[in-house]
């Protein structure tokens, strides 16, 4: 059996979450053909540029060819493109985006459309209910196939109509769901008659991070912060709260790892505040220098105000270190308070300076016991091999 892999754009520095989803099910006897709708550039991570080679880019293929594609299809499939056609005039109607994209999904289903049936496959997943899902589904309506999604949050759910995420759900063989909190958003998005076909999978960590030594909490106060840099990460008002605690006196260090369209604007909040020597941005990090700077850390802190479930929550507790964050989506679902980690509302500055102090005021001694209930968390429940198996499972049942 082999599954046709749709990402909008893959392999990517923040989707190793994919990747291991991938190797996991391939592991588990599911082969796994790879597409991504528009390729990527200057790829950090080795794996990834493995992942690369292996993957087919839809747009590599130019106007040309979208276009010939297009054309192509329309004439060996009238009545099925057609149907394409008026979807896909609908859908751009009702989107943010307009008619003119969504017909260029329409080519870009036809493109996979060919590809597929030159590989004789029968079935795509795709990743995130937004334009990779769009083209499965006009795929699906183009071809004699059927398709799957994952939803991730928090993007499908700020636009639910203007993505088409009813519609989408509704024709979807099944839906995973990453988190329970994703779950009840789906439910609230289609008819009862429909819940039975959600599953909750989680993303998860290989063993990579499940194997790795125990390292010892350090005793430099040291803090990491890994994601893109970007509003709803809340890396400003990490800042802030780290200007907040110098004023206290504390002495600590914080590496942002991570770039992103706010990077210039947190450099100069960093300026402003002369936190130069308290604060460091690497920009982006393979996994590899990922592990080793959260390590390098007491805990690892991410104040978003807008999320899924964070991958990198699930690598810091895999790796014993405890997480702070916040009670947005997913993530009490595996951060207790005061268990393997903190949990603060979500855009208080004065919260996450709090939690901060107890971080630093807390002993080696009982970070580590925390950690060490985190990993424990991470490997009963985001296990990708154990994940990869559920999915498969789901994939095996297709008709």
Sequence with gaps: MTIAYLINQYPKISHSFIRREIIALERSGIAIARFTVRPTLDLVDEADQKEQAKTQAIL??????????????????????????????????????????HLIYLAEACVLLGWLQQKNISHIHAHFGTNSTTVALLTHILGDLTYSFTVHGPEEFDKVQAIALPEKIKQASFVIAISEF??????????????????????????????TP?????????LVCVGRLCEQKGQLLLVQAIHKLVQKNFDLKMVLVGDGELRTEIESLIKQYKLEKQIEITGWASGETVQKQILAAKTMILPSFAEGLPVVIM??????????????????????????????????????????QNVLETSSEQLEQMGQVGAKRVQEQYNTTVEGEKLAKLFSQLN
């Design 214 to 222: 125990f390292h010892p909490i350090p005793d430099e106060p040291r």
């Design 182 to 211: 994703g779950r009840s958003q789906l439910y609230r998005w289609c008819t009862h008659e429909h819940w039975s076909k959600i599953h909750v999978i989680h993303c998860g960590v290989d063993q990579s991070f499940l194997n």
């Design 60 to 101: 590599d293929l130019g106007l040309v060819g979208l276009l010939f594609n297009l054309i192509q299809t329309a004439i060996t499939r009238p009545w099925r493109w057609l149907k394409a056609l008026k979807l896909a005039i609908t859908l751009g109607l009702k989107s943010e985006r307009g008619v003119l994209i």
């Design 315 to 356: 690598e810091s507790l895999a790796l014993s270190r405890p997480v702070l964050s916040t009670y947005v989506a997913g993530i009490p679902e595996l951060v207790e308070p005061n268990v393997c980690g903190w949990l603060v509302p979500a855009g208080s500055v004065d919260a996450l300076v709090t939690a901060i």
